[in-house]
């Protein structure tokens, strides 16, 4: 048996104290938000 995921990471791109972008492993989905290019490139 194997697992899909042992755990979930998640990562988040704030500046200046907004939340730009948000990423969420278990969603299986690029990372959503006003500015997410950033994080999926740091991804």
Request: no cysteine.
């Amino acid at each position: 048996m194997q697992k899909l995921l042992d755990s979930t990471a998640k990562a988040t791109h704030a500046r200046d104290g907004e939340i730009l972008a948000t990423y969420i492993d278990w969603d299986f989905a690029p990372a959503k938000g006003v500015n997410p290019g950033r994080l999926n490139w740091a991804l």
